[in-house]
Structures are given as C-alpha cells and as structure tokens.
C-alpha cells in the first residue's frame, strides 16, 4: 500500500456468539472500527474529500473547513495529512480533549465557538462559524456531511460492495446525517431487493423525524432530520433508549470481548429487536465506531451514575425482547406491517 488512506474499508465481520441471540439465527456484526481512525467515518470522509477533488470544488494543496466535533473531524484531519490539505475544524466547548488531540497530532487547526446560538446549542454557531472562515479562505471547501448527497452517494457507491458478501435477510444500522445507513441500503437494494433496511435511532432524537429532546448517546441521532437520511431507503425504524444501548455495550464487552460505541450497542439491541420480534433469520448490523473513544463515559460507571443511566443484564435485556418491544415501537406500528417507513 502507498497511503494509510489505502487502509480505509474492508472492515471485518464477526458472527455474535451470545445467549441473546436466539437459537436457529444469526447475528452478523461489521467493525467499522478497524478503519484507521476506528470510525465509519473514514469512509465518509474520504468520499467527501476524492468528489471534491474530482469535481474541483477543492484544489490539490487546498482547505477544507468542517463543523465537527466527533469523529468525521479525526478522518479529515488524518485525509489532510495525507493529501497535502489544510483542515479547519470548528469545534464547541463540548468536544472532548483526546478529540481535540487526535485532531492536532494531524496537523488540523482547531477552531473553538464559545458563545452559543439563540437557541442555547452550538451547532448553528458552528456552521456560522464555518461561513465565517469560508469568507476569510477564498477557494476553501466545505464537505458539509449533512446535506452533501455525495456523503450517501459513496457509501452507496464504494461500501456497499462489502455489504454484498454476505447471506442476510436484514440490514440494521443507524442514523445521524443518515449518509451511511442511505448510501449502503440503496447500494444493497438495487443488487437485492428483498434485504430489509431497520433504521435505529436514540430516543430523543429528530434524525427520523418526529421532535428532539436531550439523550446522552454520542455519534448517533440529530436535532434535525438532515437532506442524507432518505426514509425511502429504510423499512423499518427503531427508536431505542440510553439505558438499552449502553447496557447492550457494556455486556458485548465483558461477554463477547467486543469494545464497541455507544450507537454500536444501540445497533446491536435494534438488531436482536428485529430477530426477536419477526421471522427474519439473519441480520447483518453496522457498529460504526470503538469502545476506545468512550472510556471515560460509557464504560465508567462513576460517569453512568452521575448521568443516572440504569444498566440492565442479560436476563432484564431477555425479558424486553421477549416482550416483543420492537413492535411496540413508538410509531405504534408493527414491524411486519410496516412496508415502509413513513412519518
Ligand atoms: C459513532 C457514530 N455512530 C453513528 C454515526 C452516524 O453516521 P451517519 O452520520 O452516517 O448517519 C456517526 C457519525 O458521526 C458516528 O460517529
């Protein structure tokens, strides 16, 4: 290989071996985290950065400018280094310092917003913030992940190819831009029709549509339901809790070995949800990113306290799905009569 970049993709996929998986079916997980930056967002990045190239709205040598304050800002930053670009990333006081870190080991300048827009929260802040810079950068790109249809379109393009490899009968993964969970169900479908798409969101957010309210999940979920989640990819949708997820994660560690993020165990809940509560046989799920950028959060049970996050067992995790809650979703429809997600 001549570029870490060559490294990006072709990320493993490990059959889940756990008593809550019931007997007769199959649990498929694909590790996003053995991209270089142990994200999904490797991916994404790299799509975004190769069309701006290709379609010169970004010059070789040129700036890339990105409100973020998570892990698309770590992929850009490590593409920067790699390309030859200089990478702004406009951050808020809620970005944790390793991220800040990862994106100065790369060379990317970071950008801080203090003061919060008019409805308390940073992001519009941040995207002003990007306006700004933008202005002051003549000939600067924005990938803008969240309305860039080339966010989905690679992800349909290029990532959906190693989603062909395998037998399943339902593709679950979850939103935020929506980009990769679009992009991978429409790149599937066209090839396979019958797959199934579950969409899985946290509770509280307005990715899927519906109204926000605060939740504690990182990565996942939006206070807006942004131009890349296209619900006519998806069958059927999930909103799961906090407490679900995070309890999913803790027990995939310690159980499986598998340290995995927090939209991952909400993944992998949503995913026993469909194997419980239809006839499907086998699901392939996309757990986006590592257990590592949570250390301090999840995995801490001080923090759980502080945050009065409830963890649940095997058997407590047994008994919801037992119960059928995926048909109990909040849209009150059930799965199996749910042709296609509409709101
Ligand atoms: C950990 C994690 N999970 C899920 C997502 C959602 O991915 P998308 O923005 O493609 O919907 C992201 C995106 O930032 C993420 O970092």
Not at 63 to 87: F, P, Q, Y
Not at 188 to 206: E, H, M
Not at 223 to 229: D, I, K, L, V
């Amino acid at each position: 290989m001549k570029s870490i970049l060559e490294t990006i993709g072709s990320c493993p996929i490990v059959e889940l071996s756990h008593s809550l998986v019931p007997s007769g079916k199959k649990l498929y997980l694909k590790l996003e985290q053995f991209n270089p930056n142990h994200s999904i967002k490797d991916r994404t990045a790299l799509g975004l950065v190769l069309a701006a190239l290709k379609s010169g709205h970004l010059a070789p040598g040129g700036t890339v400018i990105e409100s973020t304050s998570g892990n698309l800002g770590k992929s850009l930053a490590m593409i920067g280094a790699a390309m030859g670009l200089k990478v702004i990333v406009v951050v808020d006081p809620k970005v944790s310092s390793t991220a800040v870190n990862w994106y100065k080991a790369y060379g990317a300048q970071v950008d801080m917003v203090n003061t919060p827009d008019g409805q308390g929260g940073y992001q519009r802040a941040r995207i002003e913030r990007v306006q700004q810079l933008l202005h002051e950068h003549p000939g600067a790109y924005w990938p803008n992940q969240y309305d860039n249809p080339q966010n989905p379109a690679y992800h349909d393009e290029v990532t959906a190819k190693e989603f062909a490899r395998l037998d399943y009968d339902v593709l679950v993964g979850c939103v935020s831009t929506g980009g990769h969970l679009s992009g991978i169900a429409r790149g599937i479908k066209r090839d396979r029709p019958q797959v199934k798409v579950l969409a899985c969101d946290v509770l509280g957010s307005a990715a899927l549509g519906g109204a926000f309210s605060p939740y504690l999940l990182n990565g996942v979920g939006l206070a807006w339901r942004s131009a890349n989640t296209h619900l006519d990819c998806f069958d059927y949708h999930s909103l799961i809790d906090d407490h679900h997820a995070i309890s999913m994660c803790r027990i995939l560690a310690r159980e499986s070995g598998l340290l995995l993020g927090g939209s991952a165990g909400l993944v992998a809940y949503g995913a026993l949800q469909c194997l419980y509560g239809s006839s499907a046989k086998s699901v392939l799920a996309i757990m986006p990113d590592s257990g590592t950028n949570y250390l301090d959060t999840l995995y801490d049970d001080r923090w759980l306290e502080q945050k009065n996050i409830h963890l649940y067992g095997v058997e407590a995790l047994r008994q919801d799905l037992q119960a059928n809650e995926f048909k109990r979703s909040r849209s009150g429809r059930d799965l199996e009569s749910v042709p296609s997600l509409s709101y």
